[in-house]
């Protein structure tokens, strides 16, 4: 997606070692041919989804990762409302399958790419980050419990290194 493949050339500028997984479900595999001609670099590119519990310990026992960068989240509003059940399975389960197995592996650190709709309709502007969450659409409520579930793991292990990104736009 936009943000990621953004990501990804700042990552690869600054000379990091970079792993994409994508399905490829709401983006095409063009974009690492354009993220290799804009940074002079070929990320490495895995093609297939976080609910996949083996592919992701092979990655883990394969190469050396020491953080991940979570994007891979369904994000139209709509949609959400018409196939709830492919929100919270893509959002939800495979957050967790990719937290279990990232603990697995001991790879403790990790952004996750959240969205200002976890607010809802707000009571008062400005937003702030301790303003109340209160999703209006499935989109939103998958990635508000994917926050909380993000939350619990760090109260019940200190050791991880978590943050959350919400994007307005």
Known sequence: GYIGSHTVIQLLTAGAKVYILDNFYNSTQLVVD??????????????????????????????RIDSVIH?????????????PLKYYSNNVIGSCVLLEEMQEANVKKLVFSSSATVYGSPNSLPITEDSLLSPTNP???????????????????HSWSFAILRYFN
């Not at 490495?44 to 394969?62: Q, T």
């Not at 989109?139 to 292990?157: A, F, N, P, R, T």
């Open 34 to 63: 354009q993220i290799e001609k804009i940074s002079g670099q070929r990320p490495n590119l895995v093609v297939g989804d976080i609910r996949n519990r083996a592919l992701l310990k092979n990655i883990f026992a394969h190469h």
């Open 139 to 157: 989109y939103g409520q998958s990635k508000s419990m994917v926050e909380s579930i993000i939350h619990d793991l760090y109260k019940s292990d």
């Open 71 to 83: 994007f891979a989240g369904l994000k139209a509003v709509g949609e959400s409302g018409e196939e």
